[in-house]
């Protein structure tokens, strides 16, 4: 079956640690996005793709990279510099275009900073 | 001002009642969803719509493009649909525009 797959579910880090969130998806979609919730608000937008090695800034995103190597995976790293980096994450894709068609949704990272 | 805007942010029903929740935005756009969250926090797609009306099961979902507004409607609630409901809109590099959700719960 296609989809999207987010890993770890948990994942904890101490201060001052990067850490490295997974998401693949095989549902040869070109676009990719990665969104934060925070409780009580709504998904932010941290960074998107549109096609392979090229990604842009979304409306959230210092103290976050990604890269897109593969149409098939979007990794987002949550660097030291991310102030409050305790949220959930959620990675998405779609076909592509300015048009959401298909859009399809991970299961989510919950990212706790101890 | 929120560009989605969702109302009520909190609903509580007796299991069997109708439900409406609703969605109001200020910003031109390609479509509309609506999605479902679970404690677990996965959402998944319910609808995704730019006119008219769509139904699945006892979901049903409407927009009115002129007034900036959609609906989403269930009938003969039940304790399984107790979720966050979410109204998204497309933004305009495909990415979505988030409300913040409406909690439902259904009691039995």
């Known amino acids: 079956d296609g989809g999207i797959t987010q890993s770890p579910k948990y994942l904890f880090r101490k201060e001052g640690q990067n850490v490295t969130l997974s998401c693949e998806q095989n549902l040869n979609h070109d676009a990719m996005y990665w969104y934060r919730q925070d409780p009580g608000q709504g998904l932010r937008l941290i960074y998107y793709?549109?096609?392979?090695?090229?990604?842009q800034k979304g409306d959230i995103a210092e103290g976050y990279s990604v890269s897109r190597e593969k149409k098939e995976s979007f990794p987002l790293t949550v660097t030291s510099a991310q102030k409050n980096p305790t949220a959930f994450y959620l990675c998405?894709?779609?076909?592509?275009?300015?048009?959401?068609?298909?859009?399809?949704f991970g299961s989510g990272t919950r990212l706790t900073v101890v | 001002k929120n560009e989605v805007e969702q109302s009520p942010q909190n609903l509580t029903a007796q299991e069997g009642e109708f439900i409406t929740i609703n969605c109001s935005y200020s910003?031109?756009?390609?479509?509309l969803h609506w999605l479902q969250q679970h404690p677990g926090g996965g959402i998944v797609s319910l609808f995704m719509?730019?006119?008219g009306k769509k139904k699945h099961g006892r979901l049903i979902a409407t927009i009115n493009i002129q007034e900036k507004h959609s609906s989403l409607h269930i009938t003969a609630s039940h304790p399984r649909d107790s979720a966050v409901y979410i109204c998204a809109v497309g933004g305009s590099q495909g990415n979505l525009i988030f409300g913040k959700g409406t909690k439902l719960s259904v009691k039995p």
């Open positions: 719509l730019s006119s």
């Open positions: 910003v031109g756009i390609s479509a």
């Open positions: 998405a894709s779609s076909i592509g275009g300015s048009f959401p068609y298909g859009y399809t």
């Open positions: 793709s549109q096609i392979v090695n090229d990604f």
